[in-house]
């Protein structure tokens, strides 16, 4: 078993910046790829990104390209999400999940976190 935890999250204006962490235990963290996926309020998990075992590979959503970058230290166990120029539509709870394979779908995801808040106020 693999446990994930995120942090970093809050209250930011439109236009400022966020790093998210999600710090990894219990299991071999390079064997995993790691996506982050976001919920608002009433709404379906969405894909944000991933990024593979190595950290060689990374995809992102449409919406955040050029926005938000993602990236590993395998060596602390952990996986960044940079979010700049945040907008409101950024709103909702950001998760981290683990998983064998880096896909845009979480049903391939294996561990998850608790998720961390980021609100983007206009």
């Known amino acids: 078993q693999v446990q994930l935890v995120e942090s970093g999250g809050g209250l930011v204006q439109a236009g400022g910046s966020l790093r998210l962490s999600c710090a990894a235990s219990?299991?071999?963290?390079?064997?995993?790829?790691v996506g982050w996926f976001l919920q608002a309020i009433g709404k379906e998990r969405a894909f944000v990104t991933w990024?593979?075992?190595?950290?060689?590979?990374?995809y992102y959503a449409d919406s955040v390209k050029g926005r938000f970058t993602i990236s590993r230290d395998n060596a602390k166990n952990t996986v960044y999400l940079q979010m700049n120029s945040l907008k409101p539509e950024d709103t909702a709870v950001y998760y981290c999940?683990?998983?064998?394979?880096?896909?845009?779908?979480?049903?391939?995801?294996?561990?998850w976190g608790q998720g961390t808040q980021v609100t983007v106020s206009s």
């Open positions: 999940a683990a998983g064998t394979l880096a896909m845009t779908t979480d049903r391939v995801y294996q561990y």
């Open positions: 219990g299991g071999t963290f390079s064997s995993y790829a």
């Open positions: 990024i593979n075992r190595s950290g060689s590979a990374t």
